[in-house]
């Protein structure tokens, strides 16, 4: 059974970059057909897609987040990893990775000063 866990700072600066890192166990992110998401929730607002790094490497991002989001990812560590440049308060919220089927616990990440 496939299970994804995210890791990183919980505190980033403003104008900082966010980086995160989601560490996936039970199969392979290069397995053909999935897709590797990247999703979070701001404090009492819903749930806000970032972007994916498909099977293949091809990634995919919200118009609202394309000119800051980076997903990459380690096909040797089973990882993939988001980066979000410029952050502003407006930026915190609890932070998923996800697959097609399974998600993440989350990580709660604050950007203050």
């Known amino acids: 059974q496939v299970q994804l866990q995210e890791s990183g700072p919980g505190l980033v600066s403003p104008s900082q970059t966010l980086s995160l890192t989601c560490t996936v166990s039970?199969?392979?992110?290069?397995?053909?057909?999935?897709?590797w998401s990247w999703i979070r929730q701001p404090p009492g607002k819903g749930l806000e897609w970032i972007g994916y790094i498909a099977y293949s490497g091809t990634t995919f991002y919200s118009p609202a987040l394309k000119s800051r989001a980076s997903i990459s990812r380690d096909t040797s560590k089973n990882q993939f990893t988001l980066q979000l440049s410029s952050v502003t308060p407006e930026d915190t919220a609890v932070y998923f990775c996800?697959?097609?089927?399974?998600w993440g616990q989350g990580t709660q990440v604050t950007v203050s000063s």
């Open positions: 039970g199969g392979s992110i290069a397995t053909n057909g999935d897709y």
């Open positions: 996800s697959s097609i089927k399974t």
